[in-house]
Each structure stands twice: as structure tokens, then as C-alpha cells.
């Protein structure tokens, strides 16, 4: 067999009817013998296009075999890399090998969105598993890299090659198409390929050798089967059937289920596959014999098997015509309906159908015919399978129910519960979900319906009375818990079957107690559960008693309705209806029903606060119903009574003892009656009873009697009929006595009788009753005289008081005559005698306060400073301040001239900050391009002009241009100009929209967006402010990076999330680098200094560095190896070992240095640092709260130091942290030295000691574990750190207060960047159509030229010069004042806040020059004159002090502009403070209730703040000239790289110089080249001309001359004579193309270009090389 290397399948060239490869062959203007360049250059481009062919084909086949639609072809290796499709594929032919359930993201939803997972691997093993299983031989198989990590795409392709063809042998497969020459691909995606080819240097597998492959891989004679084959073809290609069954039976050719009645068929379709492939192989060019010798010189022949047919090839077209005729006897039996032939033939081995089970014949019967019905055509072998899988599926499933029914009803029927639940549960059942605590309802009620069908149910029956127990139980457990809501809930459930559930919630809980009633009831009989059949008694009760209910209360209603009528034949018509229920209802009583329940319900009305009419209730309606008939027989019982006594008394036969039966008489009612006193009775209640009979003439049978409530009773002492009114005709009988006569009288009676018996039982106490009466009226006489002595006691007192008065008098007259006669002595003696007293007191007190003098200062001092703190703690403390405390500190809200230098020198320095910063940066870039040029310089002998003019961009720019483009005084501009302002304060003040931003672009361009625009917006946090409002941001797109994108922590250590990144690069910055520096530079500066130090742990070299020393010293060859491979092997020499373990000493004390410094400089650690470090921390707590706290502070360590300080220690000449000048460097032995020291401490932090390749430092495990609590403790405090709220002391009314406005300095690039950023994701930034957003963006539209906003255009330059100078000028930086276009400043009472703000600042004025306890005390109080003259001497002062500030810087205007209202006058500005007080009060902002104590506390919070904000100021200011320092001294070194390139141009101009004998060659170097396209098309720079055909090129004329400009050319091309356009290239910009890689570029927008070979060109013509 011939063989080949791994590129001689590939054909040289290929149709060129398909456009897809450059034919040179086709070219008249190329020579016939192309040059091995060239030939190369085709020979690649062949190659690449011979890939994309097989990768198409690979592409078809796997489609053909998963059913499922791939990416395209030039994205196909990509698409492989997650391994779903290989799995998915390995399922069709090995699906018990890869079950799909088993692979990993098999709708690729995970790979969409977050890409790569390693669990992706899993998918391939499975593949290469399935390959195995199906025996394919393992030299075809690639490695899991070369798919996960595309290391060999090719291999996997090739592979998949080998297995179609293997599957195809054994039929399980369809065989791959060859589509070489049958499919395009684009000039671009061939190169595409080419290059990436080229990129990772893969040889191409020989795709055409897998059929030779595979029959090497067999056991057999190789020579042997390879003449058999031959054989085969041979006769194929004879088309004689008979020769071809004899070669195909031949046993070397291995060939399995040859059947000789098949001949023929065998014939055709191997003939039919050779021409296939013979044509393939020749489908390629026609000229291709000629060219494959012209390429192929010095190689080995083509492979045999290009044009004949592989053994595994016939072998697979063998097993298809088998196929396709034990198909086609299938489905003729199906046709027959012949279930013996059908099963026969599905049992055939050849079609090698699976899983085909006799005694399933009827269902495959029944889907192969239902398939083929539907198809309305014969099946196919894959048609066929899947009726067969799913016959097997459905008679599986009925023999599993069938026993599953079986089953259910053995353990009903033995009464096992918990065997029936099991067999209830059982998937093969498929019966409605059984719930586990539902097993005795389930046991009894199945049992109970079995026996009453006295059979086994079938599975119908099952399935409905298991839904219906199913819902039951779950309505025992709604029960359970004890709602009313879930009971509902399962009732209504039409599982349950229930008829008449209401879904009222209002029968909710009636459901809910009957139903719990029910149980419990049943409880006490051990059964915790309801039955279907009682649930829905219960509701039936729930319903009848509601219905009931509703309509009694209907009967209610109109009771009270009739009541109201007044018609007692209404009422009682309502009180007698079914509903109303209400008992013992006497129709002849409705008069006095509707008497007595119009007043209650009048009471019941009078008793209630509701103004609506009250209703009687049931149980007021039935206990009026009953008082009611009480008293209608309690009165028909008195009437009865009284007649009787009138009967007995109008009888001239009555005596006492009948007078006392009818009196005594309990229906009557009387009391007081004596049995002595019945004769006595009798006579007085006769005479009443004449004295009645005497008086008036009526004589009726009507009596009236009236109740306690003023009802009269009427009674017919005749016919003993009773009414409520009196009937019509009827009339009164007045002769009767009443019964309260008739009481009247027995009282009386029997009092006279009670008090007689009484005197003569008590006479002896009559007598002592009657001493006490004489006493009493003795007692009474003294009393009323002692009362008309106290009545007359100011009469006496007068009187003994003039009695006493003329004593006294007399004596005092005399005394006084005495004293008259001595009134000077006596003047005399009282006047010394007061002032010896007074002289005393006075000397003494004097003397006490001489001799405590010291004590007396001290105590008035504490006074004074106690008064002083109280009022500063009651200002700082207190809620509510008193207005003459504020007032004592009202100074401090003045500026004053430091407060005003301060802040010029605030404002000038962050300037100057982020002027340098930029600056520094564009430095840094341009090195970093000056770097570039002089390679190039070197490497391509590019112009020194070139360099010249690169280097002019190191020098300062022109920074006098006059104010234009949006900074111009127009309308439009100005628009511009607020627009912006507006967007960007929104944007700085908002994290929100940042946040969603970074995440919305693409995360390459997220990094260049941070330090372009992100830092600049926050103007590099310079002040409290920015800095709040950017680490506010960090936050903000932290936690939401960490909620969204974050599946495992370790995702934090092993990636690289964006907002981490972002972080640690701000932290780097200017700002953090200070931090870095105080923290690290004195170990790092210590250690690089100490020459002592030599810290090497690597066993080899430190074997090597011994070896030399030891040479070196003795001058003798050693006798030792010079190498050793292994860290173990040298490690077995003890100086090795020593030196080693000297190192790790050393290395464990350094290391120890550094991390107990680190710890103790946990106070120089920037606050935003640790703040996101807290944030980080509780947020991966809140997304992992059963994560250990420990693996959470491993990922906070890993942030501080791996992130943060690691590579500062490692390369602190990178970061600033040691200064080291431009050609100076560090040493390797400094370098290893600070790496091995940032190892030590990387293990520390993250708790992993040493082992496996490092286990020569297993030294040092003890000290890193014990170093890792100690970092961890270090970890906690770093998170403690307080809020930004608290820490910054910055609120929603801040810009409101503070006296500037921000200020952001941005570069116009910055600002069309971001701009059209926010337009290109304003949906995924602001998805709220009323977001504040939209109306920003729609105010400024599309975004602006740079020409709009920097307002320079180039003039008089060409097209790239006018680029260029476009490009410098985007970098323009133009400074936005960030106002707020939401904040409103109207009138007074417009915007409550502006208000309350500009009132507070007036009233501010005037407590200033006026004093008072309260506002209203101070506005009310007329200002005195000297009050006045301080109020303008202040308004003066401020004034000048606001034109100095403007004056000295422009940005330091006041906010608001509150000098116009402060000019006023005093009494002016009172009465507007009291306007503006009033409008606050209404709208609830200050009361005058307090005395406008909210504004009183507002002004003691400013003043708080402006303490707080002068020491922030300060602060700021000693940060900010320490960063000022350290960017100056960042841009000496700049500085320094500057002037040492410069040295190093001018030493090449000096060069220069030295060549002029040579200016008379570079004069015809610098003439005009010409070419013609085709010359250039066949050098291979021209490589194609949109709209011109190849053998057109010859028209096209280009012509190549310098400019005046060093390193630019310009390129004019003409047209049949004719000049079509001109462009400059310029040779830099070439070079810089060739170094990022860039292979092809367009030139006057039509033709493509080969830039290396233009390069060639130009270098070979122009500077001679």
C-alpha cells in the first residue's frame, strides 16, 4: 500500500467555476513555472480551503445523524468546543454509553451566556467513551485539549471523518458526502483559515489515507487484503456482477453478509460509489495532472485509494444495499399484513435493528402501519427503529400497569395500608399524585369501593377514585393548618367532586370550623380523617345554615320595615313569617308588638351614636315578642282580679273573709294586706266602691287599664274579652275602682292599723324618744346662741380690739415723748451702729475673697468654659438647639480669607491633578509608541524623520487657543454645553447607569473605558465628594456583578471579574499609590539595598551556582554532573540542602517582616479598598449563606494582597514604589528575592501550605498556618470600616449647601465616546420609558463631529493629515460645570427645598446682627440703628469677598446668587423671611407652632458641616500635594526616558550626516515608480480590484512617488491613460499595520492590498534595502 506524508490529499487548486482560489494556471500573464514562493503561497491557500471542505462535510454528516441544525461552517470548531454536539452524536450510535440526560448544557443555555465551563469536558470524554464502546481505533482519537482548548481542531475533524466511515461499515451511519469542489467560501474566510492555520502550526491530517487506516488496524494479512480490494475494484469497474460476487467472497477481503442473490444490486451501487469518488477525486482542476507534478516535485506518489474504494467503504455499501432490500422486504409485509414475515424480517441481523421483542408483534404491527399511514409512503430503517422503540414503550407500559392495577388491588383486598400506598405511588401505575398521610383514607375508602363492586377495579376506577382521595386528603391537611383560605382552596379543587362549593370567601371559615368539627368528632373514634361523602354533608350543612340565615335576615328586614310602617297588621304578618323563626307570636297581641317594638327600636336609636336608623335584631325582636305576651297575661290576670274584687264588693253579701280571697289574690298584684284588717277592708273599700257608683253616667263593660310603659289595657268585665284598643262602639265603665284605688285604700288601711299596734308595744321607748326631743331642742337653743356669737365675732373683736388699742396708745405716747426729746443722740447712735455692722461684713467678706483669690479664678474660669461646652454640646447633640446657642457660632458659616485661599488652592491643585494625570498618561503612551518607532527604525530602516516627528509630540502642547466650538457665546453651543453638563451630572450622581453600562459593552472595551472616562467623570476621586460618588459606583456594579454573574465563589479568585479589576486599577492609581508606597517601600527599599540577601529555594540552581563556585575556587573539574533534572536529586547533596534551608530561614523572617507590617499599616490601606473588600465580603454572605465564613475571607485576602499589594512587591519598579532611574534596572537577584518573599505571602493568604514540586519548602508550612489566622484576623478589621454615608457625611442636600458646583475635566473623545455609548444602550441603561435619562439624551440627539465641539477644522490638508489632526485635537480637554437639570430655581414657591435653603440663609443675615430667644421674638423686634449699620457692614464684606473669588478663580461662584436678597434692608429682609415661612408652613416644611425650630436645627447642622467640611478640606488639600509630588516626580522619570531618546536621535541624525557622499543615489532612489496591476498582481501585491476582472489588471497604471514629507508616499493610479484618484500612504502607518498583524488593507477604497509586500517593495526602492 502506498503511503504518503500528511499533506498529499490535498489538491493543489480546485474548480475555478467556484470562485474560491486564485488560479495561476488561469493567468496569461504569469510564466508557465511559478516560483516556490508562490507555489507555497497557493499550495496554503489549498490547504485552507480543503479544511473548510471537510469541515462542511463533518458539518452535513453530524447534522444528518442528531437531527439538529449547526453553526456555520467557518464557526464550526468553535461551536464543538462545549462538546454537546460530539456528545449528542454519540448518543445516536451508543445511546446507553451517553444518555442525553447526561449531558452537561445540552440546549447550550449556559455556553450563551457565560461561555466555557470545565464541566464542558464532561461532553467530550463522553464522546471519546462512545467511540470506544463501538470499537473505533484509538490512533483516530484526539486529546479532550484539542477540542476544549481548539489545540487541533484538524484532529478532532479528522476524526470524526474516521468514525463516519467506520459506522458506515458497520451500518450504523449514513456515509459523509466529499463536498471538495462542491462548496464556496469567500477569499476572506479561505485566508481567515489560512491564517489561523499558519497561527498554531498544525500539520493536516491525511483525511484521504482513514480508509487504509482502518484496514491497517485490522488483524489480518495487510498485503493480502489490499490485493483483495484491489480485486473488488477491478471487477467493479468491469461491471460484470458474477466476477464482482466471486471477488466480494473472496475471505482475505473480510467481507461479511455477502449474499449471491444480490449480486447485481452489489454491482450497482459499488460501481455507482467508485465513479463518486473517482469523479471527486478528479473534481478539482482540469489541468491538474500537469500542476500536481509542477508541486508535487521530490514527493512520494499519491496515495491508491484516492480513486478506489477502501475495504470499510465496500464493506458499508454492501451493508446499505442489504439494508435497503431487508427494508424493502419489511414494508411489503406490512402491506400483507403478515405479522409472521414482519417480525422475522425486524429480527434480521442485517438491518440490525435494536431492542425487537416477539411477544410485542401486535403493537409493532399497529405503529409500523399507524407510521406508515402517516407517512403515506414506505418507511426507512431510522422510521422503522422509532416505531419500535415506541411499540416497546407502550407495551411496556401496559404490562407494568396491568400488574400495577394487580397489585393494588391484592393489598387493598388484605387490608394492608401501607402496601396499597406503595402500590398506589408506583410510576407504573400512572395514577393521579398519592400523598403519603393520606394511607388509611386511601385503604378504607378503596376497600369500601371494591366490596361494593364485588370485583378488582380497573385502572378507570382507580385513577377517578384516587384523584377524588387524593383531593380529600389534601382537604384534611388545609385542615390541618389551620386556614380558612387553603380549606377554600381544596374545596374548590374539582378533583374533590364537590357539588355546591361556594367560593365566597364569607363561607370559607363556616367550611372550615364544620369541617374541623366533623373530625374532631370523628377523632374521638381514632379516625383523624374526613371522607369524600362527609366533606360534602358538611358543605351541604354550611349551605342550608347560611341560606338559612340569609333568610332570616331577609324576615329582619322586614320586620323592621313593617315596624316602621307603624300597621300592627303588618308587623305581625312579618313576625309570623317561616324565616323569621320567631316563637310564640300571638296575632291578637300585634297591637302591642307593634308598640313596644317601636320603642325599642326608638330607644335602641336614642342609645346609638350612628345617625342611621338601627335595626332591631333577632334576639331584641323574640325578647320583645316574649315581654309582650308576659304582659298581656299579667294584665288579663290583674283585670280579671279587679273585676272580681268590684263584683264581691257591689254584693250586699260580702264579707271580710271573701273581700280578703279576691284581695289576696296573686293575679292582682296587691301588697300590703293584714288578715286582722279584712272587716276594716271591707268597710272602707265598700264606701270607695258607693262613692264610685255615684259618680258619672256611663255605664260600659270596658275597664282601662294602663302598663308601666303607658299602654292602655282594655278589659269587658263581661265577657272577660281583652284589646289593646279600644273597639270601636265600645264604651268605658267609670264605676269600677282601679286597682290602684283599691291599693290606695289597703295601704292606708293597714298603715293605721301598723302604726297602732306599734305605739302600744313601744311605749317606754315613746318616753325615751321624747327626753331626747326635750334634749335635743336644749341642745339646739345653746347652738343658736353660740352661732349668734360667731355671727357677731367681728362686732366683739372690735371691740376688745378699741379696748386694748387706748392701752397701747397711751403707753406709745409716752415713749414717744421720751424719744422726742432725744432725737439727735439717738439719730446718732443708730447711725454708727449700722455702719460698724455694715464696715464689718463688707471687711470680711473682702479678707475671704484675698485669701481664696486662686480658688475665685478658677471657679469663674470652670463657669465660663462650662457654659461654653454646654452651648457647644447642645449645638453638636442636640435635635433641637435654642436659638441663642446657635447664634453664639453663627460666625462660623463666614469665609474668611484662609477659608477663601483654601479653597482657590483646593480648586487649582485638582486641576493640576488631573491635568498631570493626563498628561502623565499621554507621556506613558507616547513612549510607549516612541518604543515602537525606533524598533521599527531598526528593524525596517524606516526614515529618522519619521521618529523626528513622533518625538514633537513629547513636547508641551499649544495651550493658547481662543475659547470655540462649545465653549463659543452662542445659543446653540451653550445648549450644547448645559445638555452635557446635565447628562453628566446625572451620570455621576446615579451609579446605576455607569453600572449597567460596563455591563452592557463589551468587556475588552471596559477597561479603556474605565481610565478614560469613568476616572475623568469622578475627576480621579480628588475630593470627599468624587470620591464618595465613585466608590458609591464600585458598589453598586459589584453587587450586582456578584447577584447576576457570580454561580461559584471561587469564580472570584480563579476569573477576573470587571468591577475587582476596576478597583484594584483605581486603587493603583495616583490616589492609592501613596498607600502602597508608606506601606511597602521601606521592606521592598530595605531588601534591595541589603547585598547580602540571596534568597534561592530552587534545588537545581542552587545546585548549579555550587557547582561553579566550586570550580572556580579550586580550579579543578568536579567530579559531580554540571546538570541534575529533578529539585529531589539535588537536594540529595547536603551543601544543596544547607544553602536551601539557609534560604527558606531567611525567606520565613522576611516574610514575617512583611506581613506584621503589613498588619500594622492596616490604618494606611485606602478606605475604598477595604470598603469594597466589606462589600465583597457581605455580599458573597448574602449570595452564599452556607458558605464558611473562612473561604469568604480567603477571597477577601485574595483582593487585599494577591490583587492589590502582590504585584507591587513583586515589580515595585512598575508601581512606584522604589524609584529607579530610566537606565537603571533591578537586578535578577532583587527580583527573585521580593518574587520569593510575594510566594511566602500568597500561601499566607490563602491557607495553602507547600507540597508536590514545592515540597522542598515544606519548612515553611508551620509558619504559614500560623500566619493565616493571623492574616484572617487582619481580613475582618480591614471589612470594619464605617458606611459612605457616615464616613463622607454627604446626603441628598449636599450640592445643595456646598458653595461650588463640580467641576469635571474630560477630553472631547471622552465625551463623544460615552455619548454615543449611552445611544448604543439606552434600552439596557435606562429600561424605564420615564427615566430621567431619555429626556437627557433626547435634549442633545445625535452625538456631534469633533469638529462641533472642539471648533478647529483642518485646513488646506489632505484627507490623512486632516485624521491626524482630528485625532490630536479629540484629545482637547474641556472642563463641564455638572449642573442639575431636575433641580428647580423658580420663584419662592415654586421648590420648597430651594425656598427653605434661600430663607435660611436670610434669617442666617439677620440672628447675625440681632439677638433673641425665638424667630418670631427676632423678626418681630424692630432693628435697632447700630443693628442696621453691622448688617451692610456685613452684605459689604461678603461682597467683596465673592469678587475676589471670582476674580482668582471663576469655578468658586456661588450656587445661588443670594446676594440680591441680602442687599435689602433689614426690615426688608424680615418681612420676606416671614413670607417665605409662611409658604413653608404650608406646605408642612417648618411649623410656627415650635417657633420654627427646623430651621433654627438646620442652621446648627450647617454649622456642624462646615467644621466638619473645613478639617475634609484640609485633608484634601495634604492629599492632594502629596499626589501632586508623586505625579511630578512620575513625570521627572518620564522626563528622563525623553531626554535619553532624544540622545539616542540625535546620535542617529549625527549618523546621518556622515552618509551625504551618498545623496547623489537616494536622488534616483526618491524618483517615480510605475507599475501596472497585473506586475503588481503578480508580485502579489495587488490581490484583488472590486469591479475589474484579473485579465483586466493590465489596463491599470500605478504610479509611486515621495513627497516632501520624510516617510510619506503618494500613489496615483491611472485607467487606460487616464488618472482616476491619488492618496498618500504613509510608511509608518505601514509598519504599524505590519505590527498588529493587519496582512491586507484597502487603497482608494476599492483595492486590496498585501501590506508586508508593499512594505518590500518601498524599502527595496526607496531606501535601497
Not at 62 to 74: L, R, S, V
Not at 149 to 171: E, I, Q, T, W
Not at 641 to 658: K, R
Not at 1019 to 1026: D, G, L, S, V
Request: charged fraction near 25%; proline fraction near 3%.
Amino acid at each position: 500500500m502506498a503511503t504518503t506524508n500528511g499533506d498529499t490529499d490535498l489538491a493543489d487548486g480546485h474548480n475555478p467555476q467556484n470562485g474560491a482560489v486564485y488560479d495561476p494556471t488561469a493567468d496569461p500573464y504569469v510564466p508557465e513555472r511559478q516560483s516556490a514562493d508562490d507555489m507555497d503561497e497557493q499550495r496554503n491557500k489549498n490547504i485552507a480551503y480543503q479544511y473548510l471542505c471537510h469541515l462542511e462535510e463533518a458539518k452535513k454528516w453530524i447534522e444528518a445523524c442528531i437531527d439538529e441544525e449547526m453553526p456555520p461552517t467557518t464557526e464550526l470548531e468553535e461551536g464543538l468546543r462545549n462538546g454537546v454536539y460530539l456528545a449528542k452524536l454519540g448518543h445516536y450510535y451508543a445511546p446507553s454509553k451517553v444518555p442525553l440526560k447526561r449531558i452537561y448544557d445540552r440546549e447550550q443555555t449556559k455556553y450563551t451566556s457565560k461561555g466555557l465551563h470545565f464541566r464542558h469536558t464532561d461532553n467530550i470524554n463522553y464522546w471519546l467513551r462512545s467511540m470506544e464502546d463501538v470499537g473505533l481505533p484509538q490512533i483516530f482519537y484526539p486529546e479532550t485539549t484539542d477540542v476544549y482548548d481548539r489545540k487541533n481542531m484538524p484532529r478532532v475533524v479528522y476524526c470524526v471523518h474516521a468514525l463516519s466511515l467506520y459506522l458506515f461499515k458497520l451500518g450504523k451511519a449514513p456515509q459523509i458526502q466529499n463536498l471538495y469542489g462542491k462548496v464556496d467560501f469567500t477569499e476572506e474566510e479561505i485566508s481567515i483559515m489560512q491564517m489561523e492555520l499558519e497561527k498554531y502550526g498544525i500539520q493536516m491530517p491525511a483525511f484521504g489515507k482513514i480508509g487504509g487506516i482502518l484496514a491497517e488496524n485490522m488483524s489480518v494479512d495487510e498485503a493480502a487484503l489490499h490485493a483483495a480490494v484491489i480485486a473488488i475494484n477491478e471487477a467493479v469497474e468491469r461491471e460484470n456482477a458474477d466476477e464482482t460476487l466471486g471477488a466480494l467472497q473472496n475471505a482475505n477481503a473480510l467481507l461479511v453478509n455477502v449474499d449471491p442473490e444480490d449480486k447485481q444490486e452489489y454491482q450497482n451501487e459499488l460501481f455507482s460509489a467508485k465513479e463518486e469518488k473517482k469523479e471527486n477525486a478528479l473534481n478539482k482542476d482540469p489541468k491538474k495532472l500537469a500542476e500536481e507534478q509542477s508541486l508535487r516535485e521530490g514527493e512520494v506518489d499519491s496515495d491508491v485509494y484516492d480513486t478506489l474504494l477502501t475495504q470499510a467503504e465496500i464493506q458499508g455499501n454492501i451493508n446499505k444495499v442489504n439494508i435497503a432490500l431487508e427494508v424493502a422486504s419489511l414494508n411489503e409485509a406490512l402491506e400483507n399484513q403478515n405479522a409472521n414475515v414482519v417480525l422475522k424480517a425486524l429480527s434480521n441481523k442485517i438491518l440490525g435493528l435494536k431492542n425487537v421483542d416477539p411477544d410485542n408483534i401486535e403493537w409493532y404491527m399497529k405503529e409500523l402501519q399507524a407510521a406508515r399511514d402517516a407517512k403515506g409512503q414506505r418507511l426507512d430503517k431510522d422510521e422503522i427503529q422509532a416505531s419500535i422503540n415506541a411499540a416497546n414503550a407502550k407495551a411496556k407500559s401496559e404490562k407494568d400497569l396491568s400488574k400495577a392495577v394487580a397489585d393494588i388491588n391484592a393489598a387493598i383486598c388484605a387490608e394492608n395500608s401501607a402496601e396499597t400506598l406503595k402500590a398506589l405511588k408506583r410510576p407504573e401505575a400512572n395514577l393521579p399524585k398519592v400523598h403519603d398521610n393520606g394511607e388509611q383514607l386511601y385503604q378504607s375508602e378503596l376497600k369500601e369501593i371494591r366490596d361494593t363492586n364485588e370485583e378488582d377495579l380497573n385502572h378507570q376506577q382507580l385513577s377517578v377514585a384516587v384523584q377524588v382521595l387524593s383531593a380529600v386528603v389534601l382537604i384534611n391537611d388545609a385542615l390541618n393548618t389551620g386556614s380558612s383560605d387553603e380549606t377554600i382552596n381544596a374545596l374548590l379543587n374539582p378533583d374533590a367532586a364537590l357539588d355546591d362549593v361556594e367560593s365566597d370567601l364569607s363561607y370559607a371559615e363556616r367550611y372550615y370550623s364544620t369541617l374541623t368539627a366533623a373530625r374532631q368528632t370523628k377523632a374521638e373514634d381514632g379516625i383523624n380523617f374526613l371522607t369524600q361523602e362527609e366533606v360534602q354533608q358538611c358543605i351541604e350543612i354550611v349551605n342550608q345554615t347560611v341560606h338559612e340565615e340569609q333568610e332570616r335576615i331577609l324576615a329582619i328586614t322586614a320586620i323592621n320595615e313593617a315596624i316602621d310602617e307603624g300597621d300592627a297588621d303588618m308587623t305581625l304578618s312579618a313576625l309570623q313569617m317561616q324565616y323569621a323563626k320567631l316563637n310564640d307570636v300571638e296575632p291578637h297581641e300585634a297591637v302591642l308588638y307593634q308598640k313596644q317594638l317601636h320603642a325599642e327600636k326608638e330607644k335602641k336609636a336614642a342609645n346609638s351614636e350612628d345617625e342611621s336608623d338601627p335595626m332591631l335584631w333577632l334576639d331584641e325582636i323574640q325578647s320583645t315578642v316574649n315581654s309582650c305576651n308576659k304582659t298581656a297575661a299579667d294584665f288579663n290576670k290583674l283585670a280579671y282580679g279587679v273585676a272580681l274584687i268590684n263584683t264581691v264588693l257591689s254584693s250586699p253579701d260580702a264579707t271580710p273573709e271573701s273581700v280578703m280571697k279576691v284581695i289576696t289574690d296573686s293575679g292582682v298584684g296587691l301588697h300590703s294586706i293584714t288578715a286582722e284588717c279584712g272587716a276594716e277592708y271591707l268597710k272602707e273599700l265598700t264606701a270607695a266602691k258607693k262613692a264610685k257608683d255615684l259618680e258619672g253616667d256611663e255605664d260600659g263593660d270596658w275597664v282601662c287599664h294602663t302598663t308601666k310603659d303607658g299602654h292602655n289595657y282594655y278589659y269587658n268585665i263581661k265577657t272577660n274579652e281583652s284589646a289593646w284598643v279600644l273597639p270601636e262602639g265600645a264604651a268605658l265603665n267609670c264605676h269600677q275602682l282601679t286597682k290602684e284605688e283599691i291599693q290606695a285604700i289597703l295601704t292606708r288601711v293597714t298603715s293605721a292599723h301598723d302604726r297602732q299596734l306599734l305605739f302600744k308595744s313601744n311605749e317606754d321607748k315613746i318616753i325615751t324618744l321624747q327626753a331626747h326631743t326635750r334634749g335635743m331642742i336644749a341642745r339646739k337653743s345653746f347652738h343658736e346662741r353660740m352661732d349668734f356669737i360667731r355671727r357677731q365675732l367681728p362686732a366683739i373683736i372690735k371691740l376688745q380690739s378699741w379696748l386694748k388699742g387706748v392701752t397701747q396708745r397711751r403707753i406709745y405716747k409716752d415713749r414717744l415723748e421720751y424719744l422726742n426729746t432725744q432725737e439727735e443722740a439717738t439719730i446718732k447712735v443708730q447711725s454708727l451702729a449700722r455702719m460698724m455692722a455694715a464696715r464689718n461684713k463688707y471687711k470680711k467678706r473682702q479678707q475671704y475673697f484675698r485669701d481664696h483669690v486662686k480658688e475665685v479664678v478658677q471657679i469663674q474660669a470652670f463657669f465660663r468654659s462650662n457654659q461654653a461646652r454646654n452651648d457647644y454640646h447642645i449645638l453638636i447633640s442636640s435635635n433641637n438647639p435654642p436659638l441663642k446657642v446657635v447664634r453664639k457660632y453663627m460666625h462660623l458659616l463666614d469665609r474668611n480669607e484662609m477659608d477663601l485661599s483654601e479653597e482657590l488652592e483646593l480648586h487649582g491643585l485638582k486641576a493640576k491633578v488631573v491635568k498631570q494625570i493626563r498628561s502623565n498618561v499621554q507621556l506613558e503612551n507616547d513612549l510607549s509608541a516612541m518604543d515602537i518607532k525606533i524598533g521599527l527604525l531598526v528593524k525596517n530602516r524606516i526614515t529618522l524623520q519619521d521618529v523626528v516627528t513622533h518625538s514633537k509630540k513629547l513636547k508641551t502642547a499649544d495651550m493658547g487657543r481662543p475659547a470655540s466650538g462649545i465653549k463659543s457665546l452662542s445659543k446653540e453651543k451653550r445648549h450644547m454645553l448645559e445638555s452635557y453638563q446635565h447628562l453628566f451630572y446625572q451620570l455621576q450622581t446615579n451609579p446605576n447607569y455607569l453600572a449597567k453600562l460596563i455591563f452592557a459593552m463589551p468587556q475588552v472595551k471596559t477597561t479603556k473605558f474605565l481610565e478614560s472616562v469613568i476616572l475623568s467623570l469622578y475627576n480621579y476621586a480628588a475630593n470627599q465628594r468624587e470620591e464618595y460618588l465613585l466608590l458609591k459606583l464600585f458598589k453598586t456594579a459589584l453587587e450586582e456583578e456578584i447577584k447576576s454573574k457570580v454561580d461559584k465563589m471561587m469564580e472570584i479568585i480563579t476569573g477576573n471579574p470587571m468591577v475587582i479589576k476596576m478597583v484594584v486599577t483605581f486603587n493603583r492609581g495616583a490616589k492609592g499609590q501613596s498607600s502602597l508606597r508608606s506601606i511597602l517601600q521601606p521592606l521592598v527599599k530595605e531588601i534591595m539595598d541589603d547585598k547580602n540577601i540571596n534568597i534561592n529555594t530552587n534545588p537545581i540552581d542552587v545546585y548549579k551556582t555550587w557547582i561553579n563556585q566550586q570550580e572556580t575556587e579550586t580550579g579543578e573539574a568536579t567530579d559531580l554532573p554540571y546538570e541534575v533534572s529533578t529539585a529531589a536529586a539535588a537536594m540529595g547533596h547536603n551543601e544543596v540542602t544547607n544553602r536551601v534551608q539557609e534560604s527558606i530561614t531567611k525567606l520565613s523572617s522576611l516574610s514575617d517582616k512583611f506581613l506584621s507590617s503589613i498588619i500594622a499599616a492596616i490604618d494606611d490601606i485606602p478606605y475604598g479598598m477595604r470598603y469594597i473588600a466589606k462589600t465583597l465580603r457581605n455580599s458573597l454572605t448574602e449570595k452564599f449563606p452556607d458558605a464558611a465564613s473562612d473561604d469568604i475571607l480567603k477571597i477577601v485576602g485574595n483582593l487585599i494582597y494577591y490583587r492589590f499589594m502582590n504585584p507591587a512587591i513583586v515589580a515595585p519598579d512598575a508601581f512606584d514604589i522604589v524609584d529607579v532611574g530610566a537606565q537603571k534596572g533591578m537586578t535578577t537577584e532583587q527580583r527573585r528575592n521580593l518574587g520569593s518573599i510575594a510566594k511566602v505571602l500568597q500561601s499566607v493568604a490563602s491557607g495553602k501550605t507547600f507540597g508536590g514540586d514545592s515540597d522542598h519548602l515544606s519548612g515553611l508550612n508551620k509558619f504559614v498556618l500560623n500566619a493565616h489566622e493571623r492574616f484572617k484576623a487582619f481580613c475582618i478589621k480591614v471589612c470594619d470600616v464605617p458606611e459612605l454615608d457616615d464616613r463622607f457625611n454627604i446626603n441628598e442636600y449636599s450640592d445643595f449647601v456646598n458653595p461650588t458646583k463640580p467641576v469635571v475635566y474630560m477630553s472631547v473623545q471622552e465625551i463623544l465616546d460615552t455619548h454615543a455609548l449611552l445611544m448604543e444602550h439606552e434600552e439596557i441603561v435606562a429600561p424605564e420609558t420615564d427615566d430621567r435619562l431619555h429626556e437627557l439624551l433626547s435634549d442633545l440627539g445625535d452625538p456631534p463631529s469633533i469638529q462641533d465641539l472642539i471648533g478647529h477644522a483642518p485646513v488646506d490638508t489632505n484627507e490623512q493629515q486632516a485624521e491626524a489632526l482630528l485625532t490630536n485635537l479629540a484629545k482637547s480637554e474641556i472642563s463641564l460645570t455638572l449642573t442639575n437639570k431636575f433641580e428647580i430655581a423658580g420663584d419662592d414657591d415654586t421648590d420648597m427645598v430651594q425656598l427653605f435653603i434661600r430663607t435660611k440663609r436670610l434669617l442666617v443675615d439677620v440672628i447675625r446682627v440681632q439677638p433673641g430667644e425665638t424667630v418670631p421674638q427676632v423678626l418681630k423686634t424692630p432693628a435697632t440703628e447700630e443693628q442696621k449699620d453691622e448688617h451692610i457692614a456685613l452684605v459689604s464684606k461678603r461682597v467683596k469677598q465673592d469678587e475676589k473669588a471670582t476674580k482668582d478663580d471663576d469655578k468658586l461662584q456661588r450656587t445661588m446668587s443670594v446676594l440680591h436678597d441680602s442687599k435689602l434692608p433689614l426690615e426688608s429682609i424680615k418681612r420676606k423671611i416671614e413670607k417665605n415661612l409662611a409658604t413653608l408652613e404650608e406646605a408642612k416644611h417648618v411649623s410656627s407652632s415650635d417657633n420654627y425650630q427646623a430651621m433654627v436645627t438646620s442652621i446648627a447642622h450647617d454649622i456642624r458641616n462646615q467644621r466638619r467640611y473645613r478639617n475634609q478640606r484640609k485633608q484634601e488639600l495634604l492629599k492632594l500635594r502629596a499626589t501632586m509630588n508623586g505625579l511630578e516626580s512620575k513625570s521627572g522619570f518620564y522626563q528622563e526616558q525623553i531626554d535619553f531618546y532624544n540622545k539616542y536621535i540625535e546620535t542617529c541624525m549625527l549618523n546621518l550626516q556622515t552618509k551625504t557622499k551618498k545623496s547623489k543615489e537616494s536622488k534616483k532612489k526618491n524618483e517615480a515608480i510605475k507599475y501596472t496591476g497585473a506586475r503588481l498582481h503578480e508580485k502579489g501585491i495587488i490581490l484583488e480590484i472590486e469591479g475589474l476582472s484579473e485579465n483586466q489588471f493590465k489596463n491599470v497604471l500605478f504610479e509611486i512617488s515621495p513627497v516632501a514629507l520624510a516617510g510619506t508616499f503618494e500613489v496615483t493610479a491611472h485607467f487606460l491613460g487616464v488618472k482616476m484618484d491619488t492618496v498618500q500612504i504613509v510608511f509608518s502607518d505601514l509598519l504599524q499595520l505590519q505590527y498588529d498583524g493587519v496582512a491586507v488593507m484597502k487603497m482608494f477604497s476599492r483595492a486590496k492590498v498585501n501590506v508586508n509586500l508593499l512594505i518590500f517593495l518601498l524599502n527595496k526602492k526607496f531606501y535601497g534595502k
